[in-house]
T-cell receptor, first 115, second 109 residues
Framework: EAQVTQNPRYLITVTGKKLTVTCSQN?????MSWYRQDPGLGLRQIYY???????DKGDVPEGYKVSRKEKRNFPLILESPSPNQTSLYFC??????????????FGNGTRLTVT | QQPVQSPQAVILREGEDAVINCSSS?????VHWYRQKHGEAPVFLMI?????EQKGHDKISASFNEKKQQSSLYLTASQLSYSGTYFC??????????FGTGTSLTVIP
């Protein structure tokens, strides 16, 4: 089944403890991205990747890192999480971003709480 | 640069129609529309490319006016299953993609 898989679905952690949220897609998509969703603010882009080894900052990249060593994987790394990073996170992928007409396929989300 | 959606929320009775608007301050290459049910991931509805096209899917359709940098989503004869939050997403130069703040749609019997 074609899908975007995020893990974990729920994560509670403490301030400063490094964590990684994994994202994997099995559709051979070129484009992958991370969003955070907060009430009243909609979905805001954190980082995106046009292809392997090509990543770029989105709207709210501070406090996050990403890497794209393989086409299928795009992990989100929080080196030193803080409470203001408590949010619902979504990974998404798309076949060809440059054609402007490829839809985004979303993972099921990761609800992160930083205490 | 985040597109502005209106209205923020709307409540409809089954069978009524609704229009959701999405407006950007930047020139747009394409507009996406997604629907998100509570606690779930956003689901793709349709993409519109510049050229003033209009698309439809069942009783949900959309238009894109590139000169005005606006798109509208039309839901006709609404069903209970239409309830959710609708997001537009806009792609401008620079490959950055912005979602709107969302419109909450509730359909009641």
């Amino acid at each position: 089944e074609a899908q975007v898989t995020q893990n974990p679905r729920y994560l509670i952690t403490v301030t400063g403890k490094k964590l990684t949220v994994t994202c994997s897609q099995n559709m051979n998509h070129e484009y992958m991205s991370w969003y955070r969703q907060d009430p009243g603010l909609g979905l805001r882009q954190i980082y995106y990747s046009m292809n392997v080894e090509v990543t770029d900052k989105g709207d709210v990249p501070e406090g996050y890192k990403v890497s794209r060593k393989e086409k299928r994987n795009f992990p989100l790394i929080l080196e030193s999480p803080s409470p203001n990073q408590t949010s619902l996170y979504f990974c998404a992928s798309s076949l060809y971003w440059s054609s402007y007409n490829s839809p985004l396929h979303f993972g099921n989300g990761t609800r992160l709480t930083v205490t | 640069q985040q597109p502005v959606q209106s209205p923020q929320a709307v409540i409809l009775r089954e069978g009524e129609d609704a229009v959701i608007n999405c407006s950007s301050s930047k020139a747009l290459y394409s507009v996406h529309w997604y629907r998100q049910k509570h606690g779930e991931a956003p689901v793709f509805l349709m993409i519109l490319l510049k050229g003033g096209e209009q698309k439809g899917h069942d009783k949900i359709s959309a238009s894109f006016n590139e000169k005005k940098q606006q798109s509208s989503l039309y839901l006709t004869a609404s069903q209970l299953s239409y309830s959710g939050t609708y997001f537009c997403g806009t792609l401008s130069s620079g490959n950055q993609f912005y979602f709107g703040t969302g419109t909450s749609l509730t359909v009641i019997p």
